[in-house]
């Protein structure tokens, strides 16, 4: 069982930034892709970036390309998301979560097997 907890969210004002970092208890966390979703009240939950195991292949929704990147070290059992130039629509509940696989499942919740409790988010305008 990986168990993930959530760190880095807060309150910004919108073009700022911030970085989310996600812990993980499982000693073979380097086995398996991560990824970052995030869900706005009333709104279902969407994807944002994955990466593979290794941290070669990277992932990303459209919305983020150019201004999200995701990282993750492995000798640390965590993986980052940085976010820059943040808008106030990207206000949400920012979730990480595994896969049972090392490999990138796509960007659909019901592939992810483990998840943390989420992260505020809060981009004011």
């Known amino acids: 069982q990986v168990q993930l907890v959530e760190s880095g969210g807060g309150l910004v004002q919108a073009g700022g930034s911030l970085r989310l970092s996600c812990s993980a208890s499982?000693?073979?966390?380097?086995?398996?892709?991560m990824g970052w979703f995030r869900q706005a009240p009333e709104k279902e939950r969407e994807f944002v970036a994955a990466?593979?195991?290794?941290?070669?292949?990277?992932y990303y929704a459209d919305s983020v390309k150019g201004r999200f990147t995701i990282s993750r070290d492995n000798a640390k059992k965590a993986v980052y998301l940085q976010m820059n130039t943040l808008k106030p629509e990207e206000t949400a509940v920012y979730y990480c979560?595994?896969?049972?696989?090392?490999?990138?499942?796509?960007?659909?919740?019901?592939?992810?097997?483990?998840w943390g409790q989420g992260t505020q988010v809060t981009v004011s305008s």
């Open positions: 499982e000693r073979t966390f380097s086995f398996y892709a």
């Open positions: 990466i593979d195991w290794s941290g070669r292949s990277k």
């Open positions: 979560a595994a896969p049972s696989r090392g490999t990138y499942p796509g960007p659909l919740p019901r592939e992810y097997d483990y």
